[in-house]
Each structure stands twice: as C-alpha cells, then as structure tokens.
C-alpha cells in the first residue's frame, strides 16, 4: 500500500494522474502547517482542520 494518495493514483492516465509537481497542498490559514484533514462538515459540506494547531475552516 502507498504511503500517499499520490502514490495511489500515479499510475493512472491523462489529467487524473497526479504527480508532486501538480499536487495542491493545503495549507492552515492560522499557523501555514500543510498538516491539514478534509473532514465532513454537519450540513454535509466540506471542512479543514489544522492537526498542528486544531484550526478550523471551511
């Protein structure tokens, strides 16, 4: 198993492969860590929370 969703999805074709180069990394607003979850907001929209620091944005 990979060790990153880039790993994963390397191997596929056209625009659907991503690679270091073209991923986007995510960054906290507050501290600028690029330790950030994507998680399930309550009205099913999309959340990001900070693991270094616990920030949470949408």
Do not use: F, K
């Not at 991503?18 to 929209?45: E, I, M």
């Amino acid at each position: 198993m990979p060790a990153s969703i880039l790993g994963e999805v390397g191997h596929l074709p056209g625009e659907a492969a991503l690679t270091r180069s073209t991923a986007t990394r995510l960054r906290c607003p507050s501290c600028g860590s690029a330790h950030v979850a994507q998680v399930l907001g309550d009205n099913g929209g999309i959340s990001y929370v900070c693991t270094a620091c616990g920030h949470c944005w949408s």
